[in-house]
């Protein structure tokens, strides 16, 4: 059964070992199952990861446009063939983290962030947006000292209360729909996150 399944939060989150090990739980299970990232997955998705990790400033509305035409190609040419098919896409970030980062965080104007990634993704939106909640402090933390291993991009190195714009953004579109997100502690350890998390996409597949 066709399901689409988005990881969101902060960076330093957690979202991607999560969004691993889901993908790990379902495989296990014979269940035909994909994870991307965004940005990533496509030639132009790869190139503006490489370009942001560059740490060349950007305006904040090129910075928009560019995540937004990275999305467009993900949809198009991944995520929409493999939904198709009846597969089950586990994304690491999606139309959720514009609003948040340009949004709330750059401060860019919300509606035409919603109409552009509307355009952008034809309208597909997730069956479950599962949102890590981390205190900004513990995220950047984590960040300094694990995997990214302190090399900043254009949002590693953005002042803490850039991040804390980003996870009021977060809050606040996860209660406009408590029944399409899950919002955690994401300082809960690993595995009961896991189980919680495989709990609720069980119900739902
Ligand atoms: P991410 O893959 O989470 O970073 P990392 O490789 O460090 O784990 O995402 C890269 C950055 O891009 C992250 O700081 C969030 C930002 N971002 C936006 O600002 N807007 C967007 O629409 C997306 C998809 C990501």
Same mark, same amino acid.
Request: aromatic content about 6%.
């Given at each position: 059964?066709?399901?689409?399944?988005?990881?969101?939060?902060?960076?330093?989150?957690?979202?991607?070992?999560?969004?691993? %090990?889901?993908?790990? &739980?379902?495989?296990? +299970?014979?269940?035909?199952?994909?994870?991307?990232?965004?940005?990533?997955?496509?030639?132009?998705?790869?190139?503006? &990861? %490489?370009?942001?990790?560059?740490? =060349? @400033?950007?305006?904040?509305? %090129?910075?928009?446009?560019?995540?937004?035409?990275?999305?467009?190609?993900?949809?198009?040419?991944?995520?929409?063939?493999?939904?198709?098919?009846?597969?089950?896409?586990?994304? =690491?970030?999606?139309?959720?983290?514009?609003?948040? !980062?340009?949004? !709330?965080?750059?401060?860019?104007?919300?509606?035409?962030?919603?109409?552009?990634?509307?355009?952008?993704?034809?309208?597909?939106? @997730?069956?479950?947006?599962?949102?890590? =909640?981390?205190?900004?402090?513990?995220?950047?933390?984590?960040?300094?000292?694990?995997? %990214?291993?302190?090399?900043?991009?254009?949002? =590693?190195?953005? @002042?803490?209360?850039?991040?804390?714009?980003?996870?009021?953004? !977060?809050?606040?579109?996860?209660?406009?729909? @408590?029944?399409?997100?899950?919002?955690?502690?994401?300082? +809960?350890?690993?595995?009961?996150?896991?189980?919680?998390?495989?709990?609720?996409?069980?119900?739902?597949?």
């Amino acid at each position: 059964m066709a399901c689409f399944i988005v990881f969101e939060g902060g960076d330093g989150s957690g979202k991607s070992t999560q969004a691993r %090990s889901l993908l790990r &739980r379902m495989r296990r +299970r014979g269940i035909q199952a994909l994870h991307t990232r965004e940005p990533g997955g496509t030639p132009l998705g790869q190139a503006l &990861r %490489s370009l942001l990790k560059s740490g =060349d @400033p950007m305006t904040p509305i %090129s910075e928009l446009m560019l995540f937004e035409a990275a999305r467009a190609q993900l949809v198009e040419q991944v995520i929409r063939p493999f939904l198709q098919q009846g597969g089950v896409v586990i994304a =690491d970030r999606f139309t959720s983290s514009t609003v948040a !980062y340009q949004g !709330y965080g750059r401060g860019l104007d919300r509606e035409l962030i919603e109409r552009l990634n509307r355009e952008a993704t034809g309208g597909l939106e @997730p069956d479950l947006t599962v949102l890590l =909640d981390v205190p900004v402090e513990t995220a950047l933390a984590r960040k300094t000292g694990g995997e %990214s291993g302190g090399k900043g991009d254009n949002f =590693d190195d953005a @002042p803490a209360d850039f991040h804390r714009r980003v996870r009021r953004g !977060y809050s606040a579109l996860a209660a406009t729909d @408590p029944e399409g997100w899950l919002v955690l502690d994401g300082q +809960r350890p690993p595995e009961q996150l896991g189980r919680e998390i495989w709990a609720k996409v069980e119900a739902i597949l």
